[in-house]
């Protein structure tokens, strides 16, 4: 069967639990990566391509909710299991919002934990597709590939930092519709977003001055009162 030798990303700050993880279900016949934050849970993920992440919600840099929502802003589908011993169902629904595709609470059962990962890697819905245009995003004549984190626009390549990109993509993942200002905070930088609101336009100037070409259309628009909008063109009236 495919999940059972998939390659599984395990990340939590317990060390104990961690190595009783990669050691579960590497028995169990999965190729397993283990790490204990979410920098370098980041760094493995946009190394190689893992089937499924699973992922503590309490880290010593990022919030397992924050670790989702920048894979998810970054056009990552891979699929995420939550550990956490929080059971509350408000805890659960921002688990959910966050882009989490399964949540097991602690202590679980270990018949339950193996049963999970089969059930989402057999589900089918993030797994890496076939059809390569579903690992690219694109607006006008700019093209974000998502699995190199490259970005071109008229063929030429531009090089932009994890944040750029990260906000760029998820610009032009919303394509056509207003985002607000704390909408975007939270989706690239993390909720509840803690800093100055300003850092949004900072970025921003970043981009445009790298993705927006003199005799090209506008593609990063400002919505004056409501937010920003990625759209080719001026923005609709």
Same mark, same amino acid.
């Given at each position: 069967?495919?999940?059972?030798? @998939?390659?599984?990303?395990?990340?939590?700050?317990?060390?104990?639990?961690?190595?009783?993880?990669? +050691?579960?279900?590497?028995?169990?016949?999965?190729? /397993?990566?283990? /790490?204990?934050?979410?920098?370098?849970?980041?760094?493995?993920?946009?190394?190689? +391509?893992? %089937?499924?992440?699973?992922?503590?919600?309490?880290?010593?840099?990022?919030?397992?909710?924050?670790? /989702? =929502?920048?894979?998810?802003?970054?056009?990552?589908?891979?699929?995420?299991?939550?550990?956490?011993?929080?059971?509350?169902?408000?805890?659960?629904?921002?688990?959910?919002? @966050?882009?989490?595709?399964?949540?097991?609470?602690?202590?679980?059962?270990?018949?339950?934990?193996? @049963?999970?990962?089969?059930?989402?890697?057999?589900?089918?819905?993030? %797994?890496?597709?076939?059809?390569?245009?579903?690992?690219?995003?694109?607006?006008?004549?700019?093209?974000? %590939?998502?699995?190199?984190?490259?970005?071109?626009?008229?063929?030429? +390549?531009?090089?932009?930092?994890?944040?750029?990109?990260?906000?760029? /993509?998820?610009?032009?993942?919303?394509?056509?519709?207003? %985002?607000?200002?704390?909408?975007?905070? +939270?989706? $690239?930088?993390?909720?509840?977003? $803690?800093?100055?609101?300003?850092?949004?336009?900072?970025?921003?100037?970043?981009?445009?001055?790298?993705?927006?070409?003199?005799?090209?259309?506008?593609?990063?628009?400002?919505?004056?009162?409501?937010?920003?909008?990625? =759209?080719?063109?001026?923005?609709?009236?």
């Amino acid at each position: 069967m495919a999940e059972a030798s @998939a390659r599984l990303l395990i990340v939590d700050d317990d060390p104990e639990l961690l190595k009783f993880l990669v +050691e579960e279900l590497s028995s169990a016949g999965h190729h /397993c990566t283990g /790490c204990d934050n979410g920098q370098d849970a980041f760094l493995y993920l946009r190394q190689k +391509e893992f %089937q499924l992440v699973i992922l503590d919600w309490t880290l010593p840099d990022f919030s397992g909710l924050e670790v /989702c =929502r920048r894979l998810r802003s970054s056009g990552n589908t891979t699929p995420v299991l939550m550990l956490t011993a929080r059971d509350e169902i408000d805890e659960r629904v921002k688990a959910l919002d @966050a882009g989490v595709d399964d949540y097991l609470t602690k202590p679980f059962n270990l018949k339950e934990l193996h @049963a999970r990962v089969r059930a989402r890697l057999r589900s089918g819905s993030y %797994q890496r597709s076939d059809d390569p245009t579903a690992e690219l995003l694109s607006l006008g004549d700019l093209q974000i %590939q998502l699995l190199e984190r490259r970005v071109l626009r008229g063929g030429q +390549e531009i090089s932009l930092s994890q944040r750029e990109f990260d906000l760029l /993509c998820y610009l032009v993942r919303n394509a056509d519709a207003v %985002q607000s200002r704390q909408s975007i905070l +939270e989706a $690239v930088w993390g909720s509840p977003f $803690v800093g100055d609101p300003n850092t949004l336009d900072v970025y921003l100037g970043y981009l445009r001055k790298k993705v927006e070409k003199s005799g090209h259309p506008q593609l990063l628009h400002t919505i004056r009162g409501a937010g920003f909008m990625a =759209r080719v063109g001026d923005p609709k009236s």
